[in-house]
């Protein structure tokens, strides 16, 4: 069975307000996870900085090309984007639940 996809999305607006704020609380999840006992090397500058960069490079490239083509539009984008954000945002934030062993709410 496939997936009913939207057709209509949120202003774009309202996308980025979702997006950075999901943003944010993933940032202090890292800094919580880097700077607490048994720091991870995945945390490593090195390790970060190619990461985000390959990830960027590749991610724009292909919105760049499915926008180009009329596959997505615009505000589709923001929305799934703030939605994959907040996603990442909610994984960070069990991950720093069991390293401190409390509840948590990264924002």
Same mark, same amino acid.
């Given at each position: 069975?496939?997936?009913?996809?939207?057709?209509?999305?949120?202003?774009?607006?309202?996308?980025?307000?979702?997006?950075?704020?999901?943003?944010?609380?993933?940032?202090?999840? =890292?800094?919580?996870?880097?700077?607490?006992?048994?720091?991870?090397?995945?945390?490593?500058?090195?390790?970060?900085? =190619?990461?985000?960069?390959?990830?960027?490079?590749?991610?724009?490239?292909? =919105?760049?090309?499915?926008?180009?083509?009329?596959?997505?539009?615009?505000?589709?984008?923001?929305?799934?984007?703030?939605?994959?954000?907040?996603?990442?945002?909610?994984?960070?934030?069990?991950?720093?639940?069991?390293?401190?062993?409390?509840? =948590?709410?990264?924002?």
């Amino acid at each position: 069975m496939t997936e009913e996809l939207p057709t209509t999305f949120p202003p774009i607006e309202h996308s980025m307000a979702r997006y950075q704020a999901a943003c944010h609380g993933m940032q202090t999840g =890292v800094m919580m996870l880097m700077e607490g006992k048994g720091a991870s090397k995945e945390t490593d500058p090195k390790h970060l900085r =190619v990461g985000v960069n390959s990830a960027m490079v590749e991610c724009s490239a292909l =919105v760049h090309i499915l926008i180009a083509r009329g596959v997505i539009i615009e505000a589709e984008w923001y929305d799934a984007l703030a939605t994959a954000m907040e996603a990442e945002r909610d994984a960070y934030t069990k991950q720093v639940e069991q390293h401190l062993g409390c509840k =948590v709410e990264l924002a």
